[in-house]
């Protein structure tokens, strides 16, 4: 599979929906597969909120191939010997794209917490400003889980001719209080960390030392990301044999597991851009607000299609049996599909899980 990684500097601002604006910004994208001659074999690739443009593949010494490698590559659901597939990482992000840290060109010095708040739309923009430099006016397909699905969603009602297909899996039309609740815990715990310095900590102490309030944010998203059956199969009641029961501070597996993969987190992901990002999410609103959702549904022209997993903890299948039910009320049943999943690993199935729906994507892109 050939595999390209890139970048590409805007020198114009992209318009906000704040109405705030961005005079200059970056994406960094990660590209798979060949180009054809007129164009018409792409496929776009949306991430979640800690996901980067480095969806698939492996470089040279890389330790672990990009996130959704188990779907995308060569002979795979997204076959990339057929389509030309492109992620960006988003503006906001932690991975190269245009971000907190980045330098404001108005102050020369880094945006900070002086940073534009992003919606989805705002970072959907930004990336058809890279599809027109690119010269791709269409896609076959855009696909995306988490975050991702919430900007597949926007792309259908805000871009409805862009792609035939749009492939939302484990997202919702808006996000509930429940996602509000659980960001909030992290939101509260970076804020409140001393070492976050109110926005102004050194870059190389987070890489050395981390940052206790984003490692506990990231804890509470390890939760919801995982689900209770999953936590009783894997881990159980076992205890850490190195612990003693009536230690304080003793652990059982599944605190262990937590501290593992929350502890490392800071070291290469910006608690800024995760304050940020959680914001992006809070405020997602398919509707735009509007009275009904039905208003922006209308618009949609492609063929939307939903992928939901039965014990996702997150984004609850209820949440995507709305978008198909509402597309049905307004007539569009022809252009509306809905697949729920019997997964076994949460939210995370979308990404660990793809035995259970690469065939249904299959049969998708064959139309």
């Known amino acids: 599979m050939k595999i390209e990684t890139k970048i590409h500097k805007f020198n114009e601002p992209l318009y ?32 979640a909120l800690s996901g980067s443009h480095h969806a698939a593949g492996r ?5 672990k191939a990009g996130w959704w490698d188990k779907f995308i590559g060569d002979g795979k659901a997204i076959d990339t010997k057929k389509y030309f597939v492109i992620c960006s990482n988003n503006i906001g992000s932690s991975y190269g794209s245009t971000s907190p840290l980045s330098i404001n060109p108005s102050t ?6 002086k940073f534009p708040v992003l919606t989805i739309s705002d970072i959907v923009n930004a990336q058809m400003k890279l599809y027109k430099v690119l010269g791709i006016e269409n896609a076959i397909a855009v696909v995306g889980g988490s975050m991702g699905g919430m900007q597949t969603l926007c792309y259908s009602i805000e871009h409805p001719k862009f792609a035939k297909h749009y492939i939302a ?22 804020r409140h960390d001393p070492n976050f310095k109110n926005g102004y900590y050194l870059k190389d102490d987070l890489k050395a030392s981390g940052l206790v309030g984003l490692a ?6 390890l939760i919801a990301y995982l689900s209770p059956q999953l936590f009783d199969k894997k881990f159980g009641r076992d205890y850490v044999d190195t612990d003693g029961l009536y230690e304080l501070f003793g652990r059982f597996e599944i605190e262990k597991y937590l501290e593992y993969n929350s502890y490392s987190f800071p070291k290469f992901f910006d ?9 992006t999410l809070n405020i997602f609103d ?45 007539g569009k049943s022809e252009q509306i599909s809905y697949k ?24 998708i892109l064959k139309d």
């Open 108 to 113: 020369k010095t880094e945006y900070r917490l």
């Open 216 to 221: 506990v944010g990231r804890m509470t998203g």
């Open 16 to 47: 906000l929906e704040s109405g705030r604006l961005l005079e200059e910004f970056e994406i960094v994208y990660e590209t798979y597969g060949e180009l054809n001659e007129d164009k018409s074999n792409v496929i776009v690739i949306c991430h």
């Open 59 to 63: 470089y040279e010494n890389e330790a």
């Open 271 to 279: 608690p800024l851009s995760y304050l940020y990002i959680c914001k």
């Open 286 to 330: 398919a509707g735009r607000n509007k009275d009904k959702l039905e208003d922006s549904f209308l618009k949609i022209e492609g063929n939307l299609h939903l992928i939901a997993f039965a014990d996702d903890m997150l984004f609850f299948p209820n949440e995507m049996e709305e978008i198909r039910d509402i597309m049905i009320k307004i």
């Open 169 to 190: 899996l484990a997202c919702t039309a808006y996000t509930r209080p429940w996602v509000i609740a659980l960001n909030k815990v992290a939101i509260e715990a970076i």
């Open 340 to 363: 729920l999943v019997d997964s076994s690993s949460g939210h995370d199935s979308f990404l660990v899980e793809v035995e259970k729906f690469e065939e249904h994507v299959r049969d």
